[in-house]
């Protein structure tokens, strides 16, 4: 019972191996489900109120951990979202264009605060949702949501300070697509620059997660905000069409795919909106080899594992001086095994459920690709739960610029691994993108971090970190990336417009 | 002197990997966020007091003290039945032979500081007297300091050399390391002086004496972890880790078995490859055994104090 007498001869050092199948084992430590009301069914939020769907047509959410059915959701048609918007635009002219500043503000800060206050809630919604792990959810979506709308309700009544000498007007109705990703706190990014710069929203969240934003519309109920100053419309993409081609519309602000986000530009070019569009990514992330290693790996992992890789940024091109390959392309695989996949509920999981069938498919479509174009593939040996749809973090190794799976956004836990040699090499490969959204560079060096960034052509460009976020630094892309800031006093631009002060 | 098995190609020092400070402080915490619960946590409980090396290390020493601690040592807590006993008993090398005798036939080790602990400024010729008498004594393990002076002036060849030669005059004796890490200033020579320890020869390293604050941190235990999984891909051989000082808590202790599980893994999930050097963890640790047998919390009366 003492000691554990183990004689270890050394072993030659190409064979040993860590083995992360230990004895001693997590015990499963579900989030207590009890905290979040989930309704039967969810109609329409307009003009302050819930609103049957005039198809009278709902479609179902599931949770993808188990692929059961969690609540039933309206569908919108064109009839609701010019409900919708005449709604918003009422309550522009009529309340919220003409409210003091300050005042507006104070709503916004009583969002902020009603968030946090069922910031419990939200998590598991989220979780139960979208499949992200409780873990994100609880840590990240929530707590960077509130700070979001803390930050906007700021600015709300210092718009002259931010634009000095400048008189900033807003636009009027903004409607705002977001995605499946990071659901609430999309909304929080559409949401709150909104409304402080005085405009009102028709806001339609994805598909396959509109829970968090309908609970979002419930906060918003109870926090009094006048009818019709946030009306949210849940359906696909036809919702999303109707809204992008109502009239009434001053401004789209879009968070999705590249392809979708083509398709409104074609939709309002002649038009007199205005436009944010934030689209896919293929980030490289760079390490040189004068990198502290260890942290890098960790980097590079949560910069592509994070939220089961559906973040537009994620970094999923890897780039490691050649001098430095072996050795990192060992850690990663390291590393992956100690990543836990599973029920995203349970409070230990890092990687959770992919959030649809649909999603899981093009993954698969993907690392089928990845085999086919010879690259070497190395996945976690981790088991799967057998329900769900689930995908293990999986790695790409000898990949070539050409391969596909270096091109194209995946969207899911595959890391694509490329070697170069300098730094002019890897800059060129880099930049050879269609994308240009973020990038990460590792290195000890300060002056090159400076070099790297100022050549890089992405919106983000991450020094010796990854995937990091604050409410006051701008977040948008270069070329197919989309364009538009948001976030930060750039994040008020797209909102308002400015004319010199007389 | 060195066959041609024990060959080790010595790095230049100078140019150990570099640490990021922010990273290490942010996956440290990240450890901690692991949920630990039912029989996971009573396993890790257990383990963790089997891990400990039950430590007194005063100038007001006696046989007496000593012989409580290690009566404690083989009996934590009696009252209730499968609880395991420490790994060792941690002494300064006067009382190496009290504690043998102590612990007999037990299988619980003697653990002795020595090298001038805990400053390390004596003459190495006295550092290695120190060592013999303490191993003459009896010790299973030896707990060295380094020369912090000479790390920080950059001798590390003359750091390195005395590491070595302290090896060789324990004999069988086990050699822990002490970086005394609150006394290094940074990540980047914490990673360094354990290179420095393992190229040299030590089989375990070590954060602290325990004298100095800070003692051990999860982040630079996490430097140390790190580096001793590079060493043993580069040359095969294992090396344990003791973070010493500063681990007073059940919870505390918990978080960093779960930074070994998903650092080296399952080998160094033991008492002969990982260690606590903690005086007070273990009545906190058995606290929380009683608790998770009887699902109530118990005085601090009942738990010896030693």
């Known amino acids: 019972m003492a000691v554990t007498k183990k004689k270890a001869a050394p072993k030659k050092s190409n064979t040993v191996k860590l083995k992360f199948d230990t004895s001693w084992n997590y015990a499963p430590a579900p989030e207590s489900k009890s905290a979040a009301t989930i309704h039967k069914q969810y109609d329409l939020f307009i003009n302050g109120e819930w609103q049957k769907p005039s198809g009278k047509k709902y479609f179902d959410t599931i949770n993808p951990a188990t692929e059961e059915k969690l609540s039933e959701v309206a569908m919108a048609n064109e009839a609701d979202t010019n409900k919708a918007v005449t709604a918003a635009r009422n309550a522009y002219e009529k309340v919220w264009k003409k409210m003091p500043a300050k005042e507006r503000g104070k709503y916004i800060f009583r969002i902020a605060r009603m968030i946090q206050e069922k910031a419990r809630e939200l998590a598991v919604i989220e979780t139960l949702d979208g499949g992200k792990p409780i873990r994100e959810s609880r840590d990240f979506d929530v707590p960077t949501a509130a700070n979001h709308f803390f930050y906007y309700a700021g600015w709300a009544d210092k718009l002259e300070y931010a634009f000095p000498n400048r008189q900033a007007s807003p636009l009027g109705v903004a409607g705002q697509i977001i995605p499946w990703n990071f659901p609430l706190l999309m909304a929080a990014w559409k949401i709150a620059p909104a409304l402080a710069t005085g405009n009102t929203v028709v806001l339609k969240p994805a598909e ?125 695989r390291d590393r992956i095994e100690t990543l836990i996949v599973g029920d995203p509920i349970d409070k230990n999981t890092d990687i959770g459920a992919i959030n649809s069938k649909q999603q899981l498919d093009t993954i698969h479509k993907y690392l089928n690709i990845g085999k086919k174009e010879g690259a070497e593939m190395y996945e976690s040996s981790c088991p799967l739960p057998r329900k769900g749809y689930f995908c293990r973090p999986t790695i790409f190794t000898n990949v070539a610029q050409s391969s596909r799976i270096a091109q194209e956004e995946i969207f899911g836990p595959v890391l694509a691994v490329l070697t170069f040699r300098t730094d002019d090499e890897v800059i060129e490969k880099a930049n050879n993108s269609p994308y240009g959204l973020s990038a990460g560079v590792w290195t000890d060096k300060g002056s090159k971090i400076f070099n790297m960034t100022k050549r890089m052509r992405a919106g983000v460009v991450w020094a010796n970190t990854f995937n990091k976020f604050d409410p006051s630094s701008p977040f948008g892309g270069y070329k197919e990336s989309g364009f538009g800031r948001e976030g930060g006093l750039h994040g008020l631009m797209p909102y308002i417009n400015l004319t010199h002060q007389s | 002197m060195a066959t041609a098995k024990s060959l080790l190609t010595v790095p230049d020092f100078a140019l150990s990997p570099r640490i990021d400070q922010v990273g290490v402080e942010e996956r440290a915490a990240r450890f901690t966020t692991r949920s630990i619960k039912k029989e996971s946590k009573l396993n890790g409980l257990k383990l963790v007091l089997n891990m400990i090396d039950l430590t007194t290390l005063e100038g007001k020493d006696t046989d007496g003290k000593v012989k409580q601690l290690c009566y404690k040592a083989i009996h934590p807590h009696d009252a209730v039945p499968g609880i395991p006993t420490v790994a060792a008993v941690c002494v300064y090398p006067s009382m190496v032979k009290v504690a043998k005798k102590a612990l007999g036939d037990s299988g619980i080790r003697v653990a002795s500081v020595a090298t001038a602990f805990p400053s390390g400024q004596a003459p190495r010729d006295v550092k290695i007297r120190d060592t013999r008498y303490a191993v003459n004594e009896g010790a299973d393990e030896i707990d060295m300091v380094i020369s ?132 007070s963890l273990a009545n906190d640790v058995l606290m929380q055994i009683v608790k998770e047998h009887t699902g109530l919390y118990q005085s601090g009366n009942y738990f010896s104090v030693d």
């Open chain 1, 208 to 332: 396959t997660t509109p829970l968090t934003a309908l609970k979002l519309a419930e906060i918003i109920q109870e926090a009094d905000l006048p009818p019709g100053v946030v009306n949210i419309l849940t359906g696909a993409g036809e919702t999303g069409a109707s809204i992008v081609n109502h009239p009434g519309i001053d401004k789209i602000a879009f968070t999705g795919s590249t392809e979708v986000g083509k398709l409104i530009q074609r939709a309002i070019a002649g038009t007199n909106k205005k436009a944010t569009l934030e689209l896919g990514g293929k980030a490289a992330n760079i390490i040189f080899e004068d990198a502290p290693i260890d942290q890098a790996v960790e980097g590079v992992i949560n910069g592509i594992f994070f939220n089961q890789g559906h973040v537009c940024c994620a970094g999923s091109r890897l780039y490691v001086q050649e001098s430095i390959a072996k050795q990192v392309i060992r850690k990663l």
């Open chain 2, 148 to 279: 912090r002076g000479k790390f920080h002036a950059g001798e590390y060849n003359f750091v390195f050399d005395e590491i070595a030669a302290i090896k060789e005059a324990c004999g069988e004796a086990r050699l822990k390391v002490i970086l005394e890490t609150g006394e290094l200033g940074s990540f980047d020579k914490v990673r360094r002086a354990s290179e420095i320890a393992m190229y040299a020869g030590a089989d375990f390293i070590k954060t602290s004496t325990g004298k100095i604050q800070p003692a051990a941190t999860m982040p630079v235990t996490l430097v140390m972890l790190e580096a001793i999984r590079d060493f043993y891909y580069k040359t095969g051989r294992m090396v344990g880790m003791k973070p010493a000082g500063g681990i007073s808590k059940s919870k505390l202790a918990l978080h960093y078995l779960v930074m070994v599980k998903e650092v080296l893994g399952e080998d160094w999930l033991n008492n002969e490859w990982f260690r606590f050097g903690a005086s």
